[in-house]
């Protein structure tokens, strides 16, 4: 055998042999990676890392200590586990944890856990079928593992999935593994994880490249970026401005409606309000966006509608470019046409939350009642959905201020009703946000002023027709909600904002909302305070994900918009970042154009992210599914010999 065959199968080998060393990497892979027993203000805390190469939905999964249960402590409130992504349990709240260790919101946190860690325990982690999937159990008095006292330990690569916690190291400032000093004096690096010392066999791996190089000059080029990208971790990134798209105010739709609305100045073809809501069909660059109830506050009869719109980005190129392609109008399930005017004759309709959904219908959250309606893709009613009637006003009047106490004393404000609408990725829930403060919940003052800060959000599922409701609190009572849109089945962005234009915007946020493992559901809960948290109740959790008037994206000054309404998240950009959109309502204005702002999410940023899915059999897969089964029930009454005469059919 020739020197250089001799030399290309022992490198061959030692390749093998190297990756035999490491975890698997071919599928996701959660391991225990860093643990804290005990820290200064319950900084105790859990990581959990993927190490594998593919997602994982911790739906299902749980932690357990020395008690050794399945399901004692669920992660399913984690949601989606990216690769290369940790997520902590800890024992303090999300909020408080975050802060004392300055992490950003990109960090998956499940907080206030009850199970603590002691000097001598385990930590279990459980899969669906609670088969154990990692294990630690440590004794830092007999020498199993170091002592976790307000010090972190990490579980270095080639020992992850063994139960060596004497091989773990304890955390330094400034070390390998990123470790800093929380606020409290404790040292750890939770939330991200370095695989340090490198994962066993890969300098051999290297090393082996290089000698295969000498044997294969050409394609070392490629070998080698892909275990260096295989090696190298991922920086962290935060949103990013693309640009802007704009659609004129004195643009016109084709809906064939070219009368002049009562208020004598809109034509009812204009293409106004159009940033109320907005959502992304999964189709190409195909979005529906619907106006509201029309200009001049509820007092015409425009012709209630939503509109189909290709929104073109170009993330190299700075440039949002939408072009409205279609126009459904709104109608009965009988087909009246639904109109935005105030008048409760039964036919009013105020749009303001749209979600699109696999069949290509659409959910629409109207602020008069507040109700949910589901439209077909001709614009015609097929299916309502009513809130609970602590949401409704006893008394409907076409003058707002009517609808106020005394004239009702609870149910929403007038003109503060569903105002955003978001819908789970797997299409089975929706998100319906109240714009403000339910009447009874410490709405108003004496003089009808809004003070209130208690939000609810009510939680729909669509196959059992039942319904859950969760505290958000507003930072202030002159704030209130505009959108919200699903990140996952458990978080969701929240567009909180001030009715102040120009320079005199100063509050316009979007949240990364979190629905915790304790977070209540007050469904039961009749009133709720003007501010502050009620006894025995836990708010969703909510972190600035993103400040529209952040100098940074350069869009705050004279000429931002008042009305930012609608949110929703596109196809991933080419180079895999999360696409947001960010659309304003004009109020039918001919001289205020509606623009549509485009962001840049990195994945980092958002490790939860499930898109929406579109997924449906194709007619044809059905059609082939027809056949087969034909076919099968062709053969076998063919092949089944005739029942005798005494037999009787099954029932």
Same mark, same amino acid.
């Given at each position: 055998?020739?020197?250089?065959?001799?030399?290309?199968?022992?490198?061959?080998?030692?390749?093998?042999?190297?990756?035999?060393?490491?975890?698997?990497?071919?599928?996701?892979?959660?391991?225990?990676?860093?643990?804290?027993?005990?820290?200064?203000?319950?900084?105790?805390?859990?990581?959990?890392? +993927?190490?594998?190469?593919?997602?994982?939905?911790?739906?299902?999964?749980?932690?357990?200590?020395?008690?050794? !249960?399945?399901?004692?402590?669920?992660?399913?409130?984690?949601?989606?586990?990216?690769?290369?992504?940790?997520?902590?349990?800890?024992?303090?709240?999300?909020?408080?944890?975050?802060?004392?260790?300055?992490?950003?919101?990109?960090?998956?946190?499940?907080?206030?856990?009850?199970?603590?860690?002691?000097?001598? *325990?385990?930590?279990?982690?459980?899969?669906?079928?609670?088969?154990?999937?990692?294990?630690?159990?440590?004794?830092?008095?007999?020498?199993?593992?170091?002592?976790?006292?307000?010090?972190?330990?990490?579980?270095?690569?080639?020992?992850?999935?063994? +139960?060596?916690?004497?091989?773990?190291?304890?955390?330094?400032?400034?070390?390998?593994?990123?470790?800093?000093?929380?606020? @409290?004096?404790?040292?750890?690096?939770?939330?991200?994880?370095?695989?340090?010392?490198?994962?066993?066999?890969?300098?051999?791996?290297?090393?082996?490249?290089?000698? !295969?190089?000498?044997?294969?000059?050409?394609?070392?080029?490629?070998?080698?970026?892909?275990?260096?990208?295989?090696?190298?971790?991922?920086?962290?990134?935060?949103?990013?401005?693309?640009?802007?798209?704009?659609?004129?105010?004195?643009?016109?739709?084709?809906?064939?409606?070219?009368?002049?609305?009562?208020?004598?100045?809109?034509?009812?073809?204009?293409?106004?309000?159009?940033?109320?809501?907005?959502?992304?069909?999964?189709?190409?660059?195909?979005?529906?966006?619907?106006? *509201?109830?029309?200009?001049? @506050?509820?007092?015409?009869?425009?012709? *209630?509608?939503?509109?189909?719109?290709?929104?073109?980005?170009?993330?190299?190129?700075?440039?949002?470019?939408?072009?409205?392609?279609?126009?459904?109008?709104?109608?009965?399930?009988?087909?009246?046409?639904?109109?935005?005017?105030?008048?409760?004759?039964?036919?009013?309709? *105020?749009?303001?939350?749209?979600?699109?959904?696999?069949?290509?219908?659409?959910?629409?959250?109207?602020?008069?009642?507040?109700?949910?309606?589901?439209?077909?893709?001709?614009?015609?009613?097929?299916?309502?959905?009513?809130?609970?009637?602590?949401? #409704?006003?006893?008394?409907?009047?076409?003058?707002?201020?009517?609808?106020?106490?005394?004239?009702?004393?609870?149910?929403?404000?007038? +003109?503060?009703?569903?105002?955003?609408?978001?819908?789970?990725?797997?299409?089975?829930?929706?998100?319906?946000?109240?714009?403000?403060?339910?009447?009874?919940?410490?709405?108003?003052?004496?003089?009808?002023?809004?003070?209130?800060?208690?939000?609810?959000?009510?939680?729909?599922?669509?196959?059992?027709?039942?319904?859950?409701?969760? #505290?958000?609190?507003?930072?202030?009572?002159?704030?209130?909600?505009?959108?919200?849109?699903?990140?996952?089945?458990?978080?969701?962005?929240?567009?909180?904002?001030?009715?102040?234009?120009?320079?005199?915007?100063?509050?316009?946020?979007?949240?990364?909302?979190?629905?915790?493992?304790?977070?209540?559901?007050?469904?039961?809960?009749?009133?709720?305070?003007?501010?502050?948290?009620?006894?025995?109740?836990?708010?969703?959790?909510? !972190?600035?994900?993103? @400040?529209?008037?952040?100098?940074?994206?350069?869009?705050?000054?004279?000429?931002?918009?008042?009305?930012?309404?609608?949110?929703?998240?596109?196809? @991933?950009?080419?180079?895999?970042?999360?696409?947001?959109?960010?659309?304003?309502?004009?109020?039918?204005?001919?001289?205020?154009?509606?623009?549509?702002?485009?962001?840049?999410?990195?994945?980092?940023?958002?490790?939860?992210?499930?898109?929406?899915?579109?997924?449906?059999?194709?007619?044809?897969?059905? #059609?082939?599914?027809?056949?087969?089964?034909?076919?099968?029930?062709?053969?076998?009454?063919?092949?089944?010999?005739?029942?005798?005469?005494?037999?009787?059919?099954?029932?």
């Amino acid at each position: 055998m020739r020197l250089r065959t001799r030399l290309w199968i022992f490198c061959v080998g030692l390749l093998v042999a190297a990756g035999a060393t490491s975890p698997a990497r071919a599928a996701a892979l959660i391991r225990i990676t860093e643990w804290m027993y005990n820290g200064v203000n319950g900084n105790e805390f859990i990581e959990l890392t +993927n190490v594998g190469d593919l997602a994982q939905d911790l739906t299902g999964w749980s932690f357990s200590d020395n008690t050794e !249960l399945p399901g004692n402590v669920s992660l399913t409130p984690l949601g989606t586990l990216m690769p290369g992504v940790s997520a902590l349990i800890t024992e303090r709240s999300g909020e408080e944890f975050r802060a004392a260790w300055n992490l950003g919101v990109n960090i998956l946190i499940l907080g206030s856990n009850s199970q603590n860690l002691g000097r001598a *325990d385990e930590i279990n982690l459980y899969d669906p079928t609670t088969a154990l999937v990692d294990h630690v159990l440590y004794n830092d008095a007999t020498g199993q593992g170091p002592r976790t006292l307000d010090v972190s330990a990490n579980i270095p690569f080639v020992a992850l999935g063994l +139960n060596q916690p004497s091989a773990a190291v304890l955390s330094v400032v400034g070390d390998a593994y990123g470790s800093i000093r929380s606020i @409290d004096g404790d040292v750890g690096n939770p939330g991200h994880y370095a695989s340090v010392p490198e994962p066993a066999g890969a300098p051999l791996a290297l090393g082996t490249v290089a000698v !295969l190089a000498l044997l294969r000059r050409r394609r070392v080029a490629a070998a080698l970026p892909a275990l260096l990208v295989g090696l190298a971790a991922s920086a962290g990134a935060t949103p990013y401005y693309i640009g802007t798209g704009v659609i004129p105010g004195t643009a016109t739709d084709d809906s064939g409606l070219t009368r002049t609305l009562e208020d004598g100045v809109t034509p009812e073809n204009r293409i106004g309000g159009l940033g109320s809501a907005i959502a992304y069909t999964g189709t190409g660059s195909l979005y529906v966006a619907t106006p *509201d109830r029309g200009p001049a @506050d509820g007092t015409t009869t425009y012709a *209630d509608r939503y509109y189909t719109v290709d929104v073109q980005v170009d993330a190299a190129a700075h440039t949002v470019t939408p072009t409205v392609t279609a126009t459904h109008l709104l109608r009965t399930e009988t087909g009246v046409q639904l109109t935005g005017s105030s008048v409760p004759n039964g036919l009013r309709l *105020d749009p303001e939350g749209i979600r699109a959904t696999a069949d290509g219908h659409s959910w629409i959250s109207d602020e008069y009642g507040p109700y949910v309606y589901e439209f077909d893709a001709s614009g015609q009613r097929v299916r309502s959905f009513q809130p609970p009637a602590k949401f #409704l006003i006893a008394n409907p009047n076409a003058n707002g201020a009517l609808e106020l106490p005394p004239g009702n004393t609870s149910g929403r404000q007038s +003109n503060r009703g569903m105002e955003g609408l978001a819908i789970t990725p797997d299409g089975s829930h929706l998100m319906g946000a109240m714009q403000s403060p339910l009447i009874q919940d410490g709405a108003l003052n004496a003089a009808n002023g809004r003070i209130g800060t208690n939000v609810r959000l009510l939680s729909m599922d669509l196959t059992a027709g039942t319904t859950q409701e969760y #505290l958000y609190q507003l930072n202030a009572g002159n704030l209130g909600i505009s959108e919200i849109v699903a990140v996952n089945d458990h978080q969701f962005l929240v567009l909180e904002r001030d009715g102040a234009a120009g320079a005199s915007a100063a509050f316009k946020r979007l949240y990364l909302v979190t629905l915790g493992l304790t977070t209540t559901d007050i469904s039961g809960t009749a009133n709720l305070p003007t501010s502050g948290t009620p006894a025995g109740v836990i708010p969703v959790e909510k !972190l600035v994900f993103l @400040d529209l008037l952040d100098p940074a994206f350069g869009l705050a000054g004279a000429s931002f918009p008042e009305k930012i309404e609608g949110l929703a998240f596109g196809p @991933d950009l080419p180079n895999g970042d999360h696409l947001l959109l960010v659309t304003t309502d004009n109020d039918f204005a001919a001289g205020t154009p509606s623009r549509i702002f485009a962001f840049g999410i990195p994945a980092a940023d958002l490790p939860g992210y499930v898109a929406q899915s579109f997924a449906v059999p194709e007619p044809g897969v059905w #059609l082939l599914v027809l056949l087969f089964a034909a076919t099968l029930l062709y053969r076998s009454i063919g092949s089944t010999p005739e029942p005798s005469s005494s037999s009787s059919p099954s029932e």
